[in-house]
């Protein structure tokens, strides 16, 4: 009894996470954020398992049951659909970094529009400093759902939860898809603001001294208000 209770809720857990990743993958094509069925969105369900958007499926059909899972290593353990080609890249980055929850990979014009460019996006407004804590690195170029890629994008992210990737798009991950949505969000509008903000004049960069004090700030107390956890 006890062992089906166990499997009961597991089942009821990757459910919860498979929906919840059909739920942001709606979202984000509404906001137009990724083209047709490009992007890719992945939710942590244990230490060793995922739940990952199929390759090549249009989010704006695709239910629960679409949703692959894999473990650590990238193989799928159910799922009628592949699992993205990215796969190797979100296994990568579940390994960087523990914290990661969630990862949201996006095409957005204005993120894209820098890692067309191959340049970084530096910290030029408050909620992006927040956030990231930094500029978001362009990681050098690879071919997509290569572990070249992967390698590349890992080691632009340092330890900060964002990188462009070169002539591709804009990577990013939070502690829940709520964060990784938000911080796609943010990136996508400071982007916009440097390209516009660059074509007047000179953009002025936040100090590292207060980017420090700011995303400090986030991690210790803005974010847990923000998940309702301290007032």
Request: hydrophobic share 40%; proline share 5%; charged share 20%.
């Amino acid at each position: 009894m006890r062992k089906e209770n166990a499997f009961m809720e597991r089942t009821e857990q990757i459910t919860k996470v498979c929906q919840a990743v059909v739920e942001l993958g709606k979202v984000i094509s509404q906001r137009q954020l990724v083209p047709g069925s490009w992007g890719n969105i992945s939710a942590k369900i244990d230490k060793a398992t995922y739940a990952i958007t199929p390759s090549g499926r249009p989010y704006e059909t695709m239910s629960a049951a679409d949703i692959a899972i894999i473990n650590n290593k990238g193989e799928k353990l159910s799922g009628k659909y592949v699992p993205s080609s990215e796969t190797p890249l979100h296994v990568a980055i579940y390994q960087s970094f523990p914290q990661a929850g969630a990862i949201l990979h996006t095409h957005s014009i204005y993120a894209s529009t820098l890692a067309v460019l191959h340049q970084d996006l530096p910290p030029i407004i408050e909620d992006l400093a927040q956030v990231i804590g930094g500029a978001v690195p362009c990681a050098q170029y690879a071919l997509p759902g290569t572990e070249q890629l992967a390698q590349n994008v890992v080691a632009a992210m340092g330890s900060g939860p964002a990188a462009l990737m070169a002539n591709h798009g804009l990577i990013c991950w939070g502690r829940d898809l709520k964060e990784a949505y938000l911080t796609s969000e943010l990136i996508e509008k400071a982007a916009r603001l440097y390209c516009q903000a660059g074509a007047l004049g000179e953009v002025k960069v936040l100090s590292p001294e207060d980017v420090k004090i700011m995303h400090k700030f986030y991690l210790e107390h803005y974010s847990l208000r923000q998940r309702g956890q301290e007032k």
